[in-house]
């Protein structure tokens, strides 16, 4: 028994979907809803803003609402400031519901849900992940650097005030 | 998944894979390659017991809930009934329901993501299929309708909660008293909009496991089957219960120890003792004593220390459950499964029941009181099995004293000896397949652990692993991961 169709018709709202990922307890882990705080003060037409420890299966329903989903989270390794699409992955290295790549969620929204996310993703390297409410200054700066990067990016999509 | 075969014929798997937390299990193998011994350990470690001291007791149903994102509102309910115990209150009734409303969407919430996410792939695609693929990706691949029906279900367990308390994970709300938010009218229609297509999920889920074991029954049947003591809570006739209850421990052969305890004496009963090798504690059945008093708490516990159900459909089931051994308790590990889909189904039926109650909606939600006694304690079921909260305050309501008895650390020797079960099935020697390790993985995965909150013996765990021969003698140490 397959599920019906009508039941599981996700509506479209043709809006941006910004999902800031991380835990504000961990120090500079918080950078991502920080980022994703800034944007909403912002008050952009058209632009959700979500703020998630991480990200779960059981929210796919929701974003295959959006037509765009820019992902703001921090990173231990890589640039200190990266802004990129990302694409699926076939295979999955899924160990728990704790850990699930951005890869893996868009290839399960082919899978399950026949639809495409279009999900970029804006990474910013952390330097401390210990326990505390306080995010470095450097990474702060950075922060503000991502603020203007997405702000820039949605302004050529046509977003606005 | 790695795994290495060390020097010293010590094989290590690390991280175990498909659980909630992380660990590591060591294989201990003779000269002639057979198991000596295995073992799970857990490498993680929270000190929630020790960081709680001090706090005002009032603020622990909030900030339990952080201990375990998987079973947040197990943490939060327990919490509250020790509270209600430090100020001799009760809950208002339509308190009191919200929070088991609350507590069955999370044991659907939990259930379906060990049962449709972590373990079937195991069952659906294969216990040597491509590592890569034996996972929810896998399962999408190979059967979209049953990934999504998984991924919904899991769904429905969590908008529960968000829709009374506005949060699906480490929920806030659930306070002394009772609760802190109401149900509306048009939330609980939502909610019962599910009941048909969650049901349906449910059932499916236990076809697949009932066809998987009636095709391969001498594995499921032999798959770390071993004799212990259970734990679990009951009604006053005898019926399962998660959210409230008495508590009922029987032996190995079905036989009642002791019936009807009142949670608050859970110490006259059980007893811990710290290992050297885990952070885990060894939880024991205090008559019976160290080393003869193991017992297991959880889906499998609680179905085999039951009397019956509360619901039509899973009394059905029940039925069939208690058949697999002739109305004995089933010891083998591989069904904890099946109990786990029995008990989501039996929380659906009841979920359902508490939305048809015309007081769900009631705005009379908490009692109030104060700080009137320096003690309290508050059980309930967590998804995986029987949960303890202990609280000792000053005279100002400042706790001096939290005791957590989680349901994993419960099941720590039970899952130690599964793993140790299976590697002897399974492993022979060196030359040792990953579908073989993923068998000894299974094991721990029957137990669906949430280690984060399980791990908290502060202070007493040395912060290195030892490898031991069967003589004693150290023959390899591990970095923890």
Same mark, same amino acid.
């Given at each position: 028994?397959?599920?019906?169709?009508?039941?599981?018709?996700?509506? +479209?709202?043709?809006?941006?979907?910004?999902?800031?990922?991380?835990?504000?307890?961990?120090?500079?882990?918080?950078?991502?809803?920080?980022?994703?705080?800034?944007?909403?003060?912002?008050?952009?037409?058209?632009?959700?803003?979500?703020?998630?420890?991480?990200?779960?299966?059981?929210?796919?329903?929701?974003?295959?609402?959006?037509?765009?989903?820019?992902?703001?989270?921090?990173?231990?390794?890589?640039?200190?400031?990266?802004?990129?699409?990302?694409?699926?992955?076939?295979?999955?290295?899924?160990? +728990? +519901?704790?850990?699930?790549?951005?890869?893996?969620?868009?290839?399960?929204?082919? +899978?399950?849900?026949?639809?495409?996310?279009?999900?970029?993703?804006?990474?910013?390297?952390?330097?401390?992940?210990?326990?505390?409410?306080?995010?470095?200054?450097?990474?702060?700066?950075?922060?503000?650097?991502?603020?203007?990067?997405?702000?820039?990016?949605?302004?050529?999509?046509?977003?606005?005030? | 998944?790695?795994?290495?075969?060390?020097?010293?014929?010590?094989? /290590?798997?690390?991280?175990?894979?498909?659980?909630?937390?992380?660990?590591?299990?060591?294989?201990?193998?003779?000269?002639?390659?057979?198991?000596?011994?295995?073992?799970?350990?857990?490498?993680?470690?929270?000190?929630?017991?020790?960081?709680?001291?001090?706090?005002?007791?009032?603020?622990? $149903?909030?900030?339990?809930?952080?201990?375990?994102?998987?079973?947040?509102?197990?943490?939060?309910?327990?919490?509250?009934?020790?509270?209600?115990?430090?100020?001799?209150? !009760?809950?208002?009734?339509?308190?009191?329901?919200?929070?088991? /409303?609350?507590?069955?969407?999370?044991?659907?919430?939990?259930?379906?993501?060990?049962?449709?996410?972590?373990?079937?792939?195991?069952?659906?695609?294969?216990?040597?299929?491509?590592?890569?693929?034996?996972?929810?990706?896998?399962?999408?691949?190979?059967?979209?309708?049953?990934?999504?029906?998984?991924?919904?279900?899991?769904?429905?367990?969590?908008?529960?909660?968000?829709?009374?308390?506005?949060?699906?994970?480490?929920? @806030?709300?659930?306070?002394?008293?009772?609760?802190?938010?109401?149900?509306?009218?048009?939330?609980?229609?939502?909610?019962?909009?599910?009941?048909?297509?969650?049901?349906?999920?449910?059932?499916?889920?236990?076809?697949?496991?009932?066809?998987?074991?009636? %095709?391969?029954?001498?594995?499921?049947?032999?798959?770390?089957?071993?004799?212990?003591?259970?734990?679990?809570?009951?009604?006053?006739?005898?019926?399962?219960?998660?959210?409230?209850?008495?508590?009922?421990?029987?032996? %190995?052969?079905?036989?009642?120890?002791?019936?009807?305890?009142?949670?608050?004496?859970?110490?006259?009963?059980?007893?811990?003792?710290?290992?050297?090798?885990?952070?885990?504690?060894? $939880?024991?059945?205090?008559?019976?004593?160290?080393?003869?008093?193991?017992?297991?708490?959880?889906?499998?516990?609680?179905?085999?220390?039951?009397?019956?159900?509360?619901?039509?459909?899973?009394?059905?089931?029940? /039925?069939?459950?208690?058949?697999?051994?002739?109305?004995?308790?089933?010891?083998?590990?591989?069904?904890?499964?099946?109990?786990?889909?029995?008990? @989501?189904?039996?929380?659906?039926?009841?979920?359902?029941?508490?939305?048809?109650?015309?007081?769900?909606?009631?705005?009379?939600? %908490?009692?109030?009181?104060?700080?009137?006694?320096?003690?309290?304690?508050?059980?309930?079921?967590?998804?995986?099995?029987?949960?303890?909260?202990?609280?000792?305050?000053?005279?100002?309501?400042?706790?001096? @004293?939290?005791?957590?008895?989680?349901?994993?650390?419960?099941?720590?020797?039970? @899952?130690? %000896?599964?793993?140790?079960?299976?590697?002897?099935?399974?492993?022979?020697?060196?030359?040792? !397949?990953?579908?073989?390790?993923?068998?000894?993985?299974?094991?721990?995965?029957?137990?669906?652990?949430?280690?984060?909150?399980?791990?908290?013996?502060?202070?007493?765990?040395?912060?290195?692993?030892?490898?031991?021969?069967?003589?004693?003698?150290?023959?390899?140490? /591990?970095?923890?991961?």
């Amino acid at each position: 028994m397959s599920l019906n169709e009508d039941k599981i018709k996700i509506p +479209s709202k043709a809006e941006t979907l910004i999902i800031g990922i991380g835990n504000p307890l961990r120090c500079d882990d918080g950078v991502g809803s920080y980022i994703a705080d800034c944007i909403e003060s912002k008050g952009l037409k058209g632009v959700k803003v979500w703020v998630v420890h991480q990200l779960n299966v059981e929210d796919l329903e929701r974003m295959l609402e959006y037509n765009r989903i820019i992902l703001v989270d921090a990173a231990i390794d890589g640039p200190l400031l990266d802004f990129r699409p990302v694409g699926k992955s076939e295979k999955s290295a899924l160990a +728990s +519901s704790h850990h699930l790549s951005v890869e893996t969620l868009i290839s399960l929204a082919q +899978s399950i849900y026949h639809k495409d996310l279009h999900i970029h993703l804006c990474s910013i390297k952390g330097s401390s992940f210990e326990v505390g409410d306080k995010i470095s200054p450097d990474v702060l700066e950075r922060a503000q650097e991502a603020v203007e990067l997405i702000c820039c990016s949605l302004m050529n999509l046509g977003v606005r005030n | 998944m790695d795994s290495q075969l060390n020097k010293d014929n010590t094989i /290590l798997i690390s991280p175990v894979t498909r659980i909630e937390g992380h660990a590591k299990i060591t294989i201990d193998l003779n000269a002639d390659g057979t198991v000596k011994d295995a073992r799970f350990h857990v490498n993680e470690f929270r000190g929630f017991e020790k960081f709680c001291e001090g706090r005002y007791f009032t603020e622990m $149903p909030s900030i339990t809930p952080r201990i375990c994102g998987i079973c947040p509102v197990s943490h939060s309910v327990s919490s509250a009934k020790a509270c209600e115990m430090i100020m001799g209150i !009760k809950p208002t009734y339509t308190g009191d329901l919200l929070r088991r /409303l609350i507590h069955l969407g999370q044991m659907i919430s939990s259930h379906a993501l060990s049962f449709f996410h972590l373990s079937s792939p195991d069952f659906i695609l294969g216990w040597d299929s491509d590592p890569a693929l034996r996972n929810i990706v896998g399962i999408a691949q190979a059967s979209p309708d049953l990934a999504l029906r998984g991924i919904r279900l899991r769904k429905f367990g969590q908008e529960i909660s968000e829709r009374i308390t506005g949060k699906k994970i480490h929920i @806030m709300g659930i306070v002394p008293g009772g609760m802190g938010s109401v149900l509306t009218e048009e939330n609980r229609k939502a909610l019962l909009g599910w009941i048909t297509e969650a049901t349906d999920t449910t059932l499916m889920g236990i076809e697949i496991i009932k066809k998987y074991h009636e %095709q391969n029954k001498e594995m499921v049947n032999s798959f770390a089957n071993f004799p212990t003591l259970y734990l679990g809570t009951v009604g006053p006739e005898g019926e399962m219960e998660l959210y409230d209850g008495k508590l009922r421990f029987i032996d %190995q052969d079905g036989k009642i120890l002791q019936d009807q305890i009142d949670p608050k004496n859970y110490l006259d009963y059980i007893a811990e003792r710290s290992i050297d090798w885990s952070y885990l504690k060894y $939880p024991y059945y205090k008559p019976y004593g160290y080393g003869n008093g193991f017992y297991r708490v959880g889906p499998l516990a609680r179905l085999n220390v039951a009397s019956k159900m509360k619901t039509p459909k899973a009394q059905k089931e029940f /039925l069939n459950f208690k058949s697999i051994n002739g109305n004995k308790p089933v010891h083998g590990t591989f069904y904890f499964h099946y109990a786990r889909l029995i008990e @989501m189904l039996g929380s659906i039926e009841e979920a359902e029941r508490i939305l048809h109650d015309p007081k769900i909606t009631s705005t009379d939600i %908490q009692a109030l009181g104060s700080h009137n006694y320096n003690e309290g304690i508050g059980s309930s079921e967590a998804p995986r099995g029987t949960l303890f909260h202990h609280y000792k305050t000053d005279e100002n309501g400042k706790l001096t @004293m939290v005791n957590l008895l989680i349901a994993t650390g419960q099941n720590n020797p039970a @899952m130690n %000896q599964s793993v140790f079960e299976v590697a002897k099935q399974y492993v022979r020697g060196k030359d040792v !397949k990953e579908g073989a390790l993923n068998r000894v993985e299974a094991a721990i995965r029957c137990y669906d652990p949430c280690l984060s909150c399980s791990t908290h013996a502060i202070g007493a765990m040395p912060m290195i692993i030892e490898i031991k021969d069967h003589e004693g003698e150290t023959v390899h140490v /591990l970095k923890r991961g």
